[in-house]
C-alpha cells in the first residue's frame, strides 16, 4: 500500500516538512517555472521546498510559457517589474559593484519606479531549462540577473554538472543575500533555506546508508570537492557564470 503524501512538499506525510518551515515575507515575488519532470517525478526536487519557504512565491508548471496565461498575466502586469534570474553576458550580475561613474548599480530601487521586483526562476535540468528558454521569447526577452555565488554548491546526493552551478534551493538563497546586500529587500530568515536544504540531505543519506532499505548505498557520497566535473541529468542550478 502507498504512503500517505503530503501535497503540500511532495513527502510522506509522516516526514512532512511543512511544520518546520515559516513562510518568509519579502518585498520581492518569485515564480518558479517548474519543468513537468520536475514537477512529477523528481524526489528529492528544491524548487517546492523553496517555494514553502517564500510567502510571495508561486509555481507554474510547463515548457513554453508563452501561452501560458498565468505566467503572461505576470509579465504585463503594470504593477510588476518582471526579471529572470539566468547567467548570461548580458545579465546585471548582483553582486558586481556599480561600475563606474555609475552612482547605482544597474538594478535599483530607483530602476524598479515604485514596481515590484518579480524573479522568474527556471525550476529544471540544464538541458530542460535551455528548452524552456528556447520555447518562451517573452521570457528571453526580460531582464536577466545573477549573481556571484559565495560559495560551492552544497549538494552531496546530486552531483552538480559544473563548478558554480547550484541547486534551486541554493540559488534563491544567494539571490536573496544579492537583494539585500543591493537594497532591493530584506532577508527575514537567511538560515532557514540552507538548513531546510541539510536537513533533507541528512535524511537522503541516512536512508542511503541503511542496509535494511532496499536502496541501501553500500558505499558512502564523495566529497564534494573531490568531485569531476559532470555533464548528467541534474536539477537546474543558476551559475555564477554562463551554462555550457
Known sequence: MSREMCYRCFWPKALCWC?????????????LLMHPKEFKEEKAGTGRLTHLCLANS????????DDHAAVQALIHDPRLFPV???????AINLSAP????????????????????LVFLLDATWSCARKMLRLSPSLQRLPRIM?????????????????????TLEATHELLLALER???????????????????????IRCASDP??????RRAYSAVAARQPSRRRQFLKTPGRAPP
Request: proline share 13%; with cysteine.
Open 58 to 65: 508561486e509555481i507554474h508548471m510547463g515548457i513554453g510559457f
Open 19 to 31: 511544520p518546520s518551515i515559516v513562510p518568509m515575507e519579502t518585498r520581492t515575488r518569485f515564480a
Open 84 to 90: 529572470l534570474l539566468y547567467p548570461g553576458a548580458s
Open 182 to 204: 543591493a537594497g532591493l529587500d530584506a532577508y527575514p530568515r537567511p538560515e532557514q533555506l540552507p538548513g531546510l536544504f541539510q536537513r533533507m540531505q541528512d535524511y537522503q
Open 98 to 117: 556599480a561600475p563606474a561613474p555609475a552612482s547605482v548599480p544597474a538594478l535599483a530601487p530607483a530602476v524598479l519606479a515604485g514596481r515590484r521586483l
Open 147 to 167: 549573481f556571484t555565488p559565495s560559495a560551492p554548491s552544497r549538494f552531496v546526493i546530486k552531483q552538480q554538472p559544473q563548478a558554480g552551478c547550484l541547486s
Open 212 to 217: 535494511t532499505r532496499g536502496g541501501y548505498r
